[in-house]
């Protein structure tokens, strides 16, 4: 009988090591789709936070530090000249 034991005990651990492996192979596999995409989901969020806050400095920056523009005249000089009833 102890060979009858040794071998009972012996298929019910094969039968829990194939229902760990069966379960834990789905499992890895998720992992393994799992981990790229959320590294490159957080790497977006980060870049992606980034680039918010340098366009809200750049705002900012933009508001305080303006640079006067030179004024530029758009429309007709005035003419003065002596002469200019000669053209009429």
């Not at 060979?3 to 039968?15: D, L, Q, V």
């Not at 790229?36 to 977006?44: E, Q």
């Not at 870049?47 to 006067?68: D, E, K, M, P, S």
Request: net charge positive; with cysteine.
């Amino acid at each position: 009988m102890s060979a009858a034991g040794n071998m009972t005990s012996e298929i019910e651990t094969r039968g829990g090591t194939g229902a760990f492996i069966s379960n834990l192979i789905p499992v890895l596999g998720l992992f393994f789709i799992g981990y790229p995409l959320g590294r490159a989901t957080i790497r977006t969020m980060v870049i992606g936070w980034f680039l918010i806050v340098i366009a809200i400095t750049q705002f900012i920056l933009r508001h305080y530090f303006q640079r006067t523009a030179p004024v530029v005249r758009t429309g007709t000089a005035p003419v003065r000249s002596k002469d200019c009833g000669r053209y009429r």
